[in-house]
């Protein structure tokens, strides 16, 4: 027993010196069992968000203005999907299989991004949500992509710089409805409204009230804190909202010289918490939608499988 004890701390050393050296965590390497279940746990919401996050999108590719833009939401839509399954995979390293993480999103047992239990209104939320929630998925990710975990760091270089594609057409979006008519302008500018403080929520509570923060960052699952890619978030789209002739709907906003940081009024957490216990806008739509179309998607699922079997018995 004892041999067993000091083995195991002589494990958690190494393994916390391989961190410390920015060296990367392979599956197969040994890990602590509390790092392979908090990997899971984020990993897999982040997985979740990726597909949740399609629904609101994808209730405005028929009502696109244009064929150009309908095109351009598909190709977007379709990436979130791929970001998905690449997130899905990657977690499956750990050895959790697909179908128990779909089954506790389903059970409300794993979460997903507070920010897709919001619905789109109209054309300029389909803006908001690219230049906004995508922008901050950017700088989040931007971060995670330095994470000790070698699958889920690489799975992010390549979804930030579809992010980064995604993120600009949000902004082209708002920034034409702000070279339009009066109501056009109008427009957008509620739909910052709307969109502003729920994606500050995206980076999660309050460093003082994050419960994960600590040891994650220990581990290198997350390298920068929330609060300070939320000020990072701030800072960068401040600008761009004013670029385009936006208002950030914060009657608070100011220019700190001295810091160089835009400061802002307290978050509602309340409302914060509330959207992530289940009682947003759209959370139980937004499941009920899911399981609806998991269900009706079994048989595509056993046909897959019989066919994988087929084409390996020819081989
Ligand atoms: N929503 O201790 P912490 C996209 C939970 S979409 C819901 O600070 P942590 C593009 C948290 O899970 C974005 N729950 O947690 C796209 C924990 O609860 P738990 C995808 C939240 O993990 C656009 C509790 O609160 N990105 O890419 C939220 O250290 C359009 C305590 O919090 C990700 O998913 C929240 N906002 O830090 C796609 C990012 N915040 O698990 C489609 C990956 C916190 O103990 C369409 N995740 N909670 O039950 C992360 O980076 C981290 O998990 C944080 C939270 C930073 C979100």
Same mark, same amino acid.
């Given at each position: 027993m004892q041999k067993n004890e000091s083995s195991i701390s002589?494990?958690?050393?190494?393994?916390?010196?391989?961190? *410390? %050296?920015? =060296?990367?965590?392979?599956?197969?390497?040994?890990?602590? !069992?509390?790092?392979? *279940? %908090?990997? =899971?746990?984020?990993?897999?919401?982040?997985?979740?968000? !990726?597909?949740?996050g399609m629904q609101p999108e994808g209730?405005?590719?028929l009502r696109a203005p244009t064929l150009r833009a309908k095109k351009i939401l598909l190709a977007k839509i379709q990436d979130e999907a791929g970001h998905g399954l690449y997130l899905y995979s990657a977690t499956e390293t750990l050895g959790i299989d697909r179908k128990e993480m779909i089954e506790q999103l389903q059970q409300g047992k794993a979460k997903y991004s507070s920010i897709f239990n919001?619905?789109?209104?109209?054309?300029a939320d389909i803006g908001a949500v690219g230049w906004l929630v995508d922008g901050a998925a950017i700088v989040n990710q931007t971060m995670l992509a330095r994470g000790s975990y070698g699958p889920y760091s690489r799975a992010m270089l390549r979804i930030c710089k579809e992010e980064g594609f995604h993120q600009r057409q949000g902004y082209e979006i708002m920034a034409k409805m702000m070279a339009g008519n009066a109501s056009q302008k109008e427009m957008a500018q509620d739909s910052l409204n709307r969109w502003w403080e729920p994606s500050l929520m995206m980076f999660g509570p309050h460093d003082s009230e994050s419960t994960h923060s600590e040891q994650s960052m220990k581990w290198k699952i997350k390298v920068e804190s929330n609060d300070n890619?939320?000020?990072?978030?701030?800072?960068?789209?401040?600008?761009?909202?004013?670029?385009?002739?936006?208002?950030?709907?914060?009657?608070?906003?100011?220019?700190?010289?001295?810091t160089r940081n835009w400061e802002i009024s307290p978050i509602n957490w309340e409302e914060f918490w509330n959207v992530v216990k289940g009682n947003g806008p759209c959370n139980r739509q937004r499941i009920a939608h899911h399981t609806k179309y998991h269900n009706e998607g079994q048989w595509v699922r056993e046909a897959a499988l019989v066919f994988a079997k087929k084409e390996m018995e020819i081989q």
């Amino acid at each position: 027993m004892q041999k067993n004890e000091s083995s195991i701390s002589f494990l958690e050393k190494q393994f916390q010196e391989k961190i *410390n %050296n920015d =060296i990367k965590i392979e599956p197969k390497d040994w890990m602590p !069992e509390a790092y392979r *279940n %908090n990997l =899971i746990r984020q990993m897999s919401q982040h997985a979740h968000s !990726e597909i949740i996050g399609m629904q609101p999108e994808g209730n405005w590719v028929l009502r696109a203005p244009t064929l150009r833009a309908k095109k351009i939401l598909l190709a977007k839509i379709q990436d979130e999907a791929g970001h998905g399954l690449y997130l899905y995979s990657a977690t499956e390293t750990l050895g959790i299989d697909r179908k128990e993480m779909i089954e506790q999103l389903q059970q409300g047992k794993a979460k997903y991004s507070s920010i897709f239990n919001y619905p789109t209104l109209n054309w300029a939320d389909i803006g908001a949500v690219g230049w906004l929630v995508d922008g901050a998925a950017i700088v989040n990710q931007t971060m995670l992509a330095r994470g000790s975990y070698g699958p889920y760091s690489r799975a992010m270089l390549r979804i930030c710089k579809e992010e980064g594609f995604h993120q600009r057409q949000g902004y082209e979006i708002m920034a034409k409805m702000m070279a339009g008519n009066a109501s056009q302008k109008e427009m957008a500018q509620d739909s910052l409204n709307r969109w502003w403080e729920p994606s500050l929520m995206m980076f999660g509570p309050h460093d003082s009230e994050s419960t994960h923060s600590e040891q994650s960052m220990k581990w290198k699952i997350k390298v920068e804190s929330n609060d300070n890619l939320r000020q990072r978030f701030i800072n960068k789209t401040v600008d761009q909202a004013h670029h385009i002739g936006l208002t950030i709907p914060d009657k608070n906003l100011t220019y700190n010289k001295e810091t160089r940081n835009w400061e802002i009024s307290p978050i509602n957490w309340e409302e914060f918490w509330n959207v992530v216990k289940g009682n947003g806008p759209c959370n139980r739509q937004r499941i009920a939608h899911h399981t609806k179309y998991h269900n009706e998607g079994q048989w595509v699922r056993e046909a897959a499988l019989v066919f994988a079997k087929k084409e390996m018995e020819i081989q």
